[in-house]
């Protein structure tokens, strides 16, 4: 079987998802649930049956700050600029690096407050974005800080991710859900 060509999920409802494998060892991947599309690129490499996946960098960041300050209140301010209510309502912040309860759910306006406390870093997420958690670095003299969202937060990375070769197709896991028997047939 040729290994270049379209592969797609299959079995999986209200979902698609595949990989493009290009003749000079590209790929492209996609994911499209909902709203929600994600997608990453690389370069694959085949081994007897097995196909191993790798970007050709690592995306940036998902998150950027944009500016910080010591404002005259008694609270940490956290803000995210620029963008939609639903956007905001599925960012999660946290000071403390994104330790398991530490966690605050930004409101529609795209801010959450924290009691003051010592701080290094600030961890935000996007919710439908689990795999890139961000940690930014801050100045803890200050306690209002502004971030945007940065497009590459919806990119897949690939670092060895592999699939076997089947006669139809494609078997493995999938770069963003859980389980290890997806089915990608060929188109």
Known sequence: MELAGEYYLQGVRE???G???KADNTFQFFFSYGALDRHGSGRWEAKNDVLFFKSNAVPADGF???GSSKEDHP???VRLEGNDPMTNAY???SLQEGAEGSWQNMNQRGEVQFPPQELSSIALL???CPDRKTIIPVNAAHNSFSFRINPS???VYFNNFSLIRTPDGLIGRHPLMEGSSFIYAKN
Do not use: C, G, R
Request: no cysteine; net charge negative; aromatic share 20%.
């Open 91 to 93: 960012t999660h912040v």
């Open 19 to 21: 990989f493009l494998l």
């Open 153 to 155: 937060v919806a990119e």
């Open 15 to 17: 979902m698609a998802s």
């Open 75 to 77: 609270f940490i301010h």
């Open 64 to 66: 950027a700050l944009v």
């Open 126 to 128: 996007f919710e439908f």
